[in-house]
């Protein structure tokens, strides 16, 4: 039987909590399966920014969101930040990679520097080991020299850093608009087809 392809989802503390459920959606919606790790200040950013108050628990937040977003969850599973024990704290896992979405500064260097400290850290950094796609949504601005140089660290161990940053050829009429350009840029990373924007060159109904 074939397996589902699997992807590990992280959302930490930074602006930008609908980049990660953008990507949440997309990748269930395409029969993917997804292992969603929400930091505690991911939590909070999805209350400031998208009026989300999860509740706790693994099951109770998985309902919660498939509810929410009216997602199909058969492929969903929650883990919680603290788990250590979870599936993708281990090299042996299966999955093609993983993404954090947004990618708070804190996160970011903690990975660079082999901090492992939580689920959304180890897990990164089982994927620079595995030599498995890592994708960062680096978020903030302007950037320190210090952000600069971790971003570099993880660049040439291979994980692929992209700041969320919408472009505007494609004309966007609403805010869902510029998320979904960066979501389609996430997905081109990971070589997921999608008709989320128009790519440059191509005729306005592409």
């Not at 909070?44 to 509810?67: F, H, K, Q, T, Y």
């Not at 498995?132 to 950037?143: D, G, H, N």
């Not at 505007?168 to 510029?178: H, I, R, S």
Request: hydrophobic content about 45%.
């Amino acid at each position: 039987m074939t397996e589902k392809k699997r992807w590990v989802l992280g959302v930490t503390g930074a602006s930008g909590a609908v980049y990660g459920m953008r990507l949440l959606e997309v990748l269930l919606a395409r029969g993917f399966g997804v292992d969603l790790i929400l930091s505690a200040a991911g939590r909070l950013v999805l209350r400031e920014e998208m009026g989300i108050s999860l509740p706790e628990g693994a099951d109770a937040v998985r309902e919660a969101l498939i509810n929410k977003f009216n997602l199909n969850g058969s492929t969903l599973c929650i883990y919680d930040n603290n788990d250590f024990g979870a599936s993708a704290a281990s090299g042996s896992y299966r999955c093609e990679g993983m993404v954090i979405a947004p990618c708070s500064m804190g996160t970011l260097a903690a990975v660079a520097h082999g901090l492992a400290n939580n689920l959304i850290r180890r897990a990164a950094d089982v994927m620079l080991k595995q030599r498995r796609t890592l994708i960062l949504l680096a978020r903030e601005t302007p950037l320190s020299s210090i952000h600069l140089e971790n971003m570099l660290t993880l660049s040439r161990v291979g994980a692929v850093i992209l700041p969320p940053i919408p472009a505007f050829y494609q004309q966007p009429k609403t805010v869902a608009d510029l998320v979904d350009f960066v979501t389609g840029r996430v997905l081109d990373v990971m070589e997921v087809d999608h008709s989320l924007y128009r790519r440059w060159g191509a005729a306005p109904d592409q």
